[in-house]
């Protein structure tokens, strides 16, 4: 069983930075992939960035990509979000995920859903 607890997220103003968390207990890492998505009001859940946990093999929305960066610190089985030059459009609750393949954006091929962590970023 795997379990994913996100942390990090604020108020932030338009263009500030924030890094969030995801820890990860259990047999995460039997899992290939890694992956932030994040969930608007009234919106679907949308895909932002995603980490092969042994590789380190990364890949992104278009809408982020160049501002926001995905790692992992396999010690600590925890992966992390740096997001610069925030938008009021990155506005969302950001959950994070494991999947067992590489280079989907679909929310279908993930689980172990985290609770999410609010991100509120101002104009």
């Known amino acids: 069983q795997v379990q994913l607890a996100e942390s990090g997220g604020r108020l932030v103003q338009s263009g500030g930075s924030l890094r969030l968390s995801c820890e990860a207990s259990?047999?995460?890492?039997?899992?290939?992939?890694r992956a932030w998505f994040r969930q608007a009001p009234g919106k679907g859940r949308e895909f932002v960035a995603a980490?092969?946990?042994?590789?380190?093999?990364?890949y992104y929305a278009d809408s982020v990509s160049g501002r926001f960066t995905i790692t992992r610190d396999t010690d600590k089985d925890t992966m992390y979000l740096q997001m610069n030059d925030l938008e009021p459009e990155d506005t969302a609750v950001y959950y994070c995920a494991v999947g067992e393949y590489w280079n989907s954006r679909d929310p279908n091929d993930f689980r172990s859903w985290g609770q999410g962590t609010q991100v509120t970023v101002s104009s």
């Open positions: 259990g047999r995460a890492f039997t899992y290939f992939t």
């Open positions: 980490i092969s946990w042994s590789m380190g093999k990364t």
